[in-house]
């Protein structure tokens, strides 16, 4: 790659500092109220570590260490650090979804990158919205970045049984829910499921993407895949601070690493992970920010195409631990190049080929090659139909193949609360056939999409052996979550799409093969059930749930805020007076 690397009077930094006149007057002598002499800092590129720590966030708590690692690699490249706290947006405690506070961290990164004397940013997170909300901002703001992920936590475990985070909650809730579990086993589980530090460490959201930054280039090759607790995770903290001061003096920024190509290789290895179906819609978001269209038909031709390579729960048996030993994201990506855009660029100023030339396998039973796949297309698949006339999403690798085409009759709850008040009701009118649909869940019904989408099996259901059944619903559901649960529906139904007109009783036909999802109801009658149709009155009349339920865009918009998208003027520089 070849670059002009800037002087120091070409530092953003400069502009604070650097000048003879009265405000920067005001910037230095603040600076040496905080302890800074000239030389910690003038004529060097000033680095912002933008922490998402937070007792909060348990995922998180080890990233003080983790921006000490970033600050002495830093200080190391002859760079000047500056630590500054950013929204969390833990998914554990959050409510009603960390999803609802994504737009807000994004705004808040944008902002903070924009407003203060930063040539470049090392930007931590992990847990699910942390990873999409910083990188939207540091698009939107467009300076030099990196993403150091907090990196997943050790694998869980029960009396020598392996736990997974959220996919094994879902299953022993249900052998609780049927009596096959007591209530000290249930407390042991509790015990033994989040040992360490980190995010999840199945392939759910948090490990999904993580795993698709390093893919779009933005990350220190390998750290997405390192336990949080392994040593290498704070030395290659140290080595994304040193890389960050090279590419602030080359101004090696966004813009220039990520382009489409870049997003359709993360696309191939959300497929080939059997990632998280959150990534789409985070995917669609992070794209818009640069002015990047990912319309669904792009995923769905892309899954056709990839095979499932990762063998990682929910879709698979492994977690992150034996991903790492196996060689971790790079083997993988070096095992599928043939299917990638290897010639992107990437913050190490290499391509994504040469960062992962001659990175090997070391158990091909968790990390496949496409001549060996787990099943032949993507974990994902994207739906359409009368009932999701603008998309629905389907994570088929870890739903039940029989379920994966499926005509039954529907169960529609119209709430979180009026589902939960239901679902344990031994006379509910439903069977194994029928379709459970939750409605008023989506961007603006919930508000925030939460991850209620892997809908209960009904007790009556679950005393019989019951473990999956079709479920629809406009909101998302966790990573880690497993069924045969179509998700993302849009319109959402809160708006008016079709999953409001659904009675109970009504047949609705899942056809993944055939990428299909249809209401089978007369268009007369649906535009006779849309007639009268009335939106519920406004919840919301002030605060950030009011901006949030006015500006929010669709599921297949990526759920983001309409005002945030990509303009080609930008934002300019603030005024220094």
């Known amino acids: ?57 348990s995922c998180h708590m080890h990233l003080k260490l983790t921006a000490d690692g970033v600050r002495r690699g830093i200080l190391q490249a002859g760079g000047h650090p500056m630590e500054i706290p950013v929204l969390s947006a833990g998914e554990m405690l959050t409510k009603p979804t960390a999803m609802f506070h994504r737009n807000l961290l994004a705004m808040e990164a944008e902002e903070v990158l924009r407003g203060n004397p ?38 869980g475990n029960w009396r020598g049984e392996t736990l997974g985070s959220g996919s094994d909650v879902w299953k022993y809730w249900d052998e609780k ?11 042991e589980i509790e015990d033994g499921i989040a040992r360490s530090p980190g995010h999840c460490m199945t392939m759910g959201t948090a490990s999904t993407m993580t795993a698709l930054a390093e893919t779009l280039g933005l990350v220190i090759p390998g ?60 995917l669609v978001a992070m794209a818009g920010r640069l002015g990047i269209k990912l319309p669904l038909e792009k995923f769905d031709e892309i899954s056709r195409r990839i095979p499932l390579l990762a063998n990682m729960r929910p879709a698979g048996k492994y977690l992150m631990d034996e991903f790492y030993v196996a060689g971790g994201l790079r083997a993988l990506l070096n095992g599928m190049r043939d299917l990638l855009h290897t010639d992107v660029l990437t913050i190490t100023g290499k391509t994504l080929g040469e960062n992962v030339e ?15 796949p787990i099943q032949p297309d993507g974990g994902t698949a994207i ?56 409605r008023n869940a989506g961007p603006v019904g ?22 999956d059944m079709v479920r629809l619903s406009d909101c998302r559901m966790s990573g880690t979550s497993y069924g045969a649960c179509a998700l993302h529906i849009a319109p959402e139904s809160a708006v008016g799409g079709p999953l409001a007109l659904v009675k109970n009783g009504d047949l609705i036909e899942l056809d993944v093969p055939n990428r299909k999802l ?60």
């Not at 847990?127 to 997943?152: E, H, N, Q, W």
């Not at 919930?446 to 473990?467: S, T, V």
Request: one cysteine or more; glycine letters at 8%; aromatic letters at 8%.
């Open 1 to 57: 790659m070849t670059t002009t690397r800037k002087t120091p009077e070409q530092l953003r930094s400069w502009r604070w500092y650097g000048r003879d006149e009265l405000r920067s007057f005001g910037h230095r002598s603040r600076a040496k109220q905080s302890g800074w002499g000239a030389e910690d800092y003038v004529g060097k590129p000033i680095i912002g570590i933008l922490n998402t720590w937070s007792e909060q966030n």
């Open 118 to 155: 930063l040539d470049g940013a090392v930007l931590l997170g992990g847990c699910d919205k942390s990873t999409p909300g910083l990188l939207m901002g540091a698009f939107s703001m467009d300076i030099p970045v990196i993403y150091m992920p907090c990196g997943p936590m050790i694998k």
């Open 177 to 187: 829910r049927a009596g096959n579990l007591s209530w000290e086993q249930w407390c």
């Open 223 to 282: 750290a997405s895949s390192v336990p949080a607790v392994d040593a290498a995770h704070v030395r290659l903290a140290a080595a994304a601070g040193r890389q960050i001061v090279e590419n602030a003096w080359n101004d090696l920024k966004p813009s220039k690493i990520v382009t489409e190509r870049s997003f359709e290789n993360a696309i191939a290895v959300d497929m080939a992970l059997g990632g998280s179906t959150n990534a789409i819609v985070h």
């Open 358 to 372: 001659g990175c090997e396998i070391y158990q091909p039973d968790v990390i496949r090659t496409p001549g060996n």
């Open 383 to 438: 739906l359409r139909g009368n009932l999701c006339p603008d998309g629905a999403v389907i994570k088929h690798a870890a739903a039940t193949p029989e379920l994966c085409q499926h005509t039954g009759p529907a169960l529609v709850f119209d709430s979180y609360p009026d589902m939960k008040a239901q679902i344990d009701n031994l006379d509910l009118d439903v069977t194994k056939d029928t379709v459970l649909i939750l």
């Open 446 to 467: 919930a508000p925030g999409m939460p991850e209620w989408g892997q809908l209960p099996i009904p007790k009556k259901l679950i005393l019989q052996g019951i473990r």
């Open 518 to 577: 249809h209401l089978h109801v007369s268009d007369e009658e649906l535009a006779k059930r849309k007639a009268e149709w009335k939106p519920a009155p406004p919840r919301y009349h002030r605060g950030f749930a009011k901006l949030f339920v006015d500006h929010v865009t669709q599921a297949n918009e990526g759920a983001d805020f309409d005002f945030l998208q990509h303009h080609p003027e930008g934002v300019p520089e603030p005024e220094i007076y």
